[in-house]
Nanobody, 120 residues
Framework: QVQLVESGGGLVQAGGSLRLSCAAF????????MSWYRQAPGKQRELVAS???????IYADSVKSRFTISRDNAKNTVYLQMNSLKPEDTAVYYC??????????????WGQGTQVTVSS
């Protein structure tokens, strides 16, 4: 069984910062790519940033230069440092890990989501 536990969401004023964390728990769980997605009310879930095991990163254009994704492979944890937050960053943020248990097939595992609200 794999469990992703997210933390760090909350309410912040525009221009402020937040740091999200997501820890993956599960014996013999090997993770390839770790990602953050977000979903605002009435909108589709979108990719915010992702990071591969070797540290390669991808960012959505809307967050480039403001957000930084990082990971600690030893802890199976991914972080999202969010700076210069804007009201349009308000959404539920979800962590996703693409990994496998033991010698099983790779698949996506999702966290429960954490609310980020940016006030103007």
């Amino acid at each position: 069984q794999v469990q992703l536990v997210e933390s760090g969401g909350g309410l912040v004023q525009a221009g402020g910062s937040l740091r999200l964390s997501c820890a993956a728990f599960g014996s013999m769980f090997s993770i390839n790519v770790m990602s953050w997605y977000r979903q605002a009310p009435g909108k589709q879930r979108e990719l915010v940033a992702s990071i591969s095991r070797d540290g390669s990163t991808i960012y959505a254009d809307s967050v480039k230069s403001r957000f930084t994704i990082s990971r600690d492979n030893a802890k199976n944890t991914v972080y999202l440092q969010m700076n210069s937050l804007k009201p349009e960053d308000t959404a539920v943020y979800y962590c996703k890990s693409f990994g496998r248990m033991g010698g099983g097939n790779y698949q996506d595992y999702w966290g429960q989501g954490t609310q980020v609200t940016v006030s103007s």
